[in-house]
């Protein structure tokens, strides 16, 4: 037997729902907060991502879906969407348009991640960036955005982790302290972090690993080391948020994963906090735009895991609203009566009205049955009976009562509790 890959999912139609759902949501804010839409491509060129998300990230150096395809190109499924977006503003001189530009997109994402509670190598993302401005009203406004629309899914007890990690002027100066602080304790680290201290200091502070967060947790916050610019960017983004009421815990060792981040970082979490549960997170990317060979545009994003938002929403047992369910089940027994049956459906689906149409030929009490597990509001049955007198049988399952009756009354029947809006 085959099985879906490893960290892939069926979402089966009972669960499509939910996914229906949250992104039917997220469109809805997203216009409501006048983003548009943008669709880019599954597949990059594989040096974009190097370029953007970084050399020394684990997406590029463990993750990326890479393969040489049948002309030798390398590519990459796309792994996050913010290095496509910027692409595609730089491609179509998007800058040319009104600025900042607002775009969203709902994409599939691909990492090989190692596959656990809410972490997919398949996985999809609402991902929000605003691109052509710095100023931190639009860092309020993407958090604002990805807050209420958390709240509009019926998600309670958020909580919003805050950083800065400064900007080309004030890094260097932090990495210095940082260094400092750790190369005393380089012997209780892990092997990864020894390696982060030369490559990549930044990222010690997102270490796990147990034997290091003594020393990360005493770690300088960057908040305390920025420039004046960045200090009072980040003043302006934390009193934008207040202003909105959205609390913010600041959290010094907050990095994020990604190297393109520059100022604003940050990072939503549900209820119930374990290690993998962000809902999303996002920042400012000041740089990405020259780091991919274009122009110096200023850029802040966001993006949500819609697999995680799910998790959340059943753990939180928030109802959302069912697929469509069919209302008329018809079906005739005899092969005599079949035309009958079948212009009866197409009568109904002509007037709008769902029918689940029944085939093969069956008795009279299977067809039943079967109707009763179809879930069906109305149950209409040709037999020859009614085939003779130009009637049909027809139940109605809240009442459970079969009536014979004139097709058209039938018709007329279910157009009108449907209308009525009765179940
Ligand atoms: P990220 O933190 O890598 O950021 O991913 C954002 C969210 O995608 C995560 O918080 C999580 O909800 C979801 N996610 C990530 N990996 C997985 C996985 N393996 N399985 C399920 N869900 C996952 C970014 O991707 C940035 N592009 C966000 C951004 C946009 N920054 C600026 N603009």
Redesign the pocket.
């Known amino acids: 037997m085959y099985q879906a890959p490893r960290g892939t999912q069926d979402v089966l139609p009972e669960d499509v729902p939910y996914f229906a759902y949250v992104e039917e949501v997220a469109s809805r804010f997203a216009a409501l907060y006048a983003y548009e839409e943008i669709r880019t491509p599954t597949f990059e060129d594989s040096a974009l991502f190097r370029r953007g998300t970084g050399e020394t990230t684990d997406?590029v150096e463990k993750q990326m879906y890479s393969f040489t395809d049948k002309g030798n190109s390398d590519v990459t499924l796309r792994p996050?969407?913010?290095p496509s977006i910027m692409r595609a503003y730089l491609q179509h001189g998007l800058h040319n348009r009104p600025q900042p530009l607002r775009l969203f997109q709902l994409v599939n994402?691909f990492?090989y991640?190692r596959p656990q509670a809410?972490?997919?190598?398949e996985?999809r993302?609402l991902?929000?960036?605003a691109i052509g401005e710095d100023d931190p009203a639009l860092d309020g406004e993407l958090i604002t955005l990805f807050w209420r629309f958390c709240e509009a899914l019926g998600l309670q007890n958020l909580s919003l982790e805050l950083n800065s990690i400064g900007d080309p002027a004030c890094r260097p100066h932090y990495l210095d302290a940082l260094r400092a602080h750790y190369e005393p304790h380089e012997e209780e680290l892990c092997g990864d972090c020894r390696r982060r201290l030369v490559v990549n200091p930044l990222r010690l502070l997102d270490c796990k690993v147990p034997s290091c967060q003594p020393v990360a947790d005493s770690a300088p916050p960057f908040f305390n080391h920025l420039c004046d610019a960045c200090r009072d960017h980040f003043a302006r983004l934390q009193a934008a948020l207040a202003d909105e009421g959205i609390p913010a815990s600041l959290n010094g060792r907050l990095v994020?994963?990604?190297d393109y981040y520059t100022r604003t970082v940050f990072?939503l979490f549900p209820a119930k906090v374990s290690a993998q549960a962000?809902?999303?997170?996002?920042?400012r990317?000041d740089g990405l735009a020259e780091q991919l060979g274009g122009r110096h545009v200023p850029a802040?994003?966001?993006?949500?895991?819609i697999?995680?938002l799910v998790l959340n929403l059943k753990d939180q047992n928030v109802v959302v609203p069912g697929g469509a369910r069919p209302r008329v089940y018809v079906g005739h027994v005899g092969p005599k009566a079949e035309p009958m049956a079948s212009e009866f459906a197409r009568n109904l689906r002509s007037r709008g009205v769902s029918v689940i149409r029944a085939v093969g030929e069956r008795s009279l009490r299977a067809r039943l049955r079967h109707a009763d597990s179809a879930g069906a509001r109305w149950t209409a049955i040709f037999g020859d009976e009614e085939l003779q007198n130009g009637t049909v049988c027809l139940r109605d399952m809240t009442a459970k009562e079969p009536a014979t009756l004139p097709i058209s009354q039938a018709i007329d029947q279910i157009i009108r509790a449907d209308h009525g809006g009765t179940k």
Do not use: H, K, M, S
């Open positions: 997406i996050e969407a913010t994402c990492r991640d809410g972490r997919w190598r996985f993302q991902d929000v960036e994020r994963g990604l990072e962000a809902l999303g997170g996002g920042g990317y802040v994003g966001f993006a949500a895991g697999e995680r």
